[in-house]
């Protein structure tokens, strides 16, 4: 079979059945990843000519970076048991409460600004592993803890993990091809220059783009899960949100300008956070007292809310309250080890990936993996933590059991979910020419050369949704750049438009795309204890998903093409006015009434 768009649709089908039934039929991610497993597997032995043998390679290998997913999530539970059991948690909420008892603040500082922070250090969906765990602690709702530690899995991701997507992804997507090779080498680069000039141009789309994440996250928060479901609540904090957006994506692009892609999101993060913190300390675009924002009591949430961890119900209040330093001793470490585990001049980095189990040629078979680190990934540092603060708080023996008792009870709850998912997105990634019999491009490459026919010149406005794609597919931003870097810079010389450009937008959705990955959802989920919820999750955060491909294609056609009565032109415009329209929407509708005091909710 040789025709395009038949084979698209095909290539299409596996994803369609897992979203119709996620958010369509609201099935539970458990039962929705084994039957998209299923069809992927028909798909690639009857359309792509896959033998069994690869097919069951490829599943093993999924089953393998399933297996590693499942180690960080560990981690992430056992060190908020852990914290919980210790009593540290009591100590790191007064913290927050003493910054300012709105949880619209409070989520803006640990989401957007920490959370920026530990994916510049670590990546892996570590941000979202580490900040609904905390969220949870202060008294967030498990659902709207994980929605928040997924939105902002957008702007620091593509500068994750030391510069990950860009070094790894972009690079090894690049590398080797003569087509690139000539360009660059006609424009008197060599790869890592031209990798570091799409770098900057990737900050810079991100930075117009993510400036209004923090405000898109908070309008999220009052809207889906405030006593009055009121958005416009969100947007009362509009100047503090505003504020903390530039605090991080302005020394963000400075980093990206000057050291290149390694730091752009740990520093970013960080000098945004020590900015923010101490603006809201002395009150800084706060809101005026007596218009703090909180949850309503918990016996008024909706029980799809909240899943089945609750740390205050296992904290012993009897317990001396212990001093901040000690209490937040756990996330200093967690954030210093991930830091020297990951800067790339240290020998740390080379040492902890280097100890690896690999397992090559499964099944005799060109697909292999060598991704199976265990004292390099984010699960073993977690666990590292959790054994020194048995002793900087002080545990005993009965607390420590406990801990590893409720992790591990906890964890069970994501592994069908994850033990179907990677399998069938190995299948569907490994079904290239390599490995089938027909000679076709893999599933991924064949959807976006569909998609590339039918948008023609307009590619530049189309492109993140195939980097977005490819994310949610892979559960990488680094996967998908490393799977579609050379077809966007391809696309791009064919018609025309500037590679460097193209290129950049496609690891700019590759990053939007991080907020709907369905492993990242399930990961993130089981962190808090909600699982079965994933497609009410996904109907919440594809809304920032698509506001943000939406706006990054219109930047990218409009740097290709200039402004003009153009695709980009009115596509910037019309998000705009939406923007605004929806604003003033919401604006007259907010309630006056006055909010609830921190005091009168439960949570």
Known sequence: MNNLAVLSLLSLLPLLTVGVLLVGFRWPAKWAMPIGYVVVVLVALFVWGMDLINIAAATVQGLLIAGSLLY??????????????????????????????????????????????????????????????????????????????????????????????????????????????????????????????????????????????????????????????????????????????????????????????????????????AIVVTAARRGFLLPREGSTWDFGPRSTWDADWMGNVDPSEDMDTSAPRMSILRAWAPYLLVAGILVLTRVPFLPLQEFLSGLVFPWENIFGTNISDTSIAPFYLPGFMFIIVCVATYFIHRMSFSQIAESWRIAGSQLLGAGIALLFALPLVRVFINSGADYNTSGLDSMPLTLAAGAASVAGDTWPFFAPWIGALGAFIAGSNTVSNLTFALFQFATAQNIGAVPAVVVAVQAVGGAAGNMITIHNVVAASATVGLLGKEGALLRKTII????????????????????????????LLLVIAALIAIGLKIKRSTPRTRQPATGESSG
Not at 243 to 271: C, D, K, N, Q
Not at 546 to 569: E, Q, R
């Open 72 to 273: 960080i999530i560990f981690g992430a539970l056992l060190l908020l048991a852990t914290l919980t059991a210790s009593g540290a948690i009591r100590t790191i909420r007064s913290t927050f409460t003493d910054i300012s008892a709105d949880r619209r603040i409070q989520v803006i500082i640990i989401a957007w600004l920490f959370g920026s922070f530990i994916e510049g250090a670590s990546g892996f969906g570590t941000p979202a592993a580490v900040a609904a765990p905390l969220l949870l602690a202060l008294g967030f709702p498990a659902m709207a803890a994980v929605m928040c530690g997924l939105i902002i899995q957008s702007t620091p991701v593509s500068f994750g993990a030391v510069g990950t997507p860009m070094l790894v992804g972009v690079t090894g997507g690049l590398t080797g091809d003569p087509g690139v090779e000539q360009y660059i080498g006609g424009l008197g680069l060599s790869l890592e220059q031209f990798v570091e000039a799409i770098a900057f141009r990737v900050a810079v789309i991100h930075a117009i783009a993510g400036t209004l994440i923090p405000l898109f996250m908070v309008c999220m928060l009052t809207g889906f899960f405030g006593p009055n479901r009121s958005f416009g609540e969100g947007l009362q904090v509009w100047k503090f949100a505003l504020f903390a957006a530039f605090a991080m994506t302005i020394p963000y692009v400075a980093v990206a300008g000057l050291l290149g892609p390694e730091f752009p999101s740990l520093l970013g993060g960080l000098i945004g956070l």
């Open 544 to 571: 920032p998903t698509v506001y943000y491909c939406l706006l990054a294609g219109s930047i990218a056609f409009i740097w290709v093409n200039g402004i003009g009565f153009n695709i980009g032109t009115i596509g």
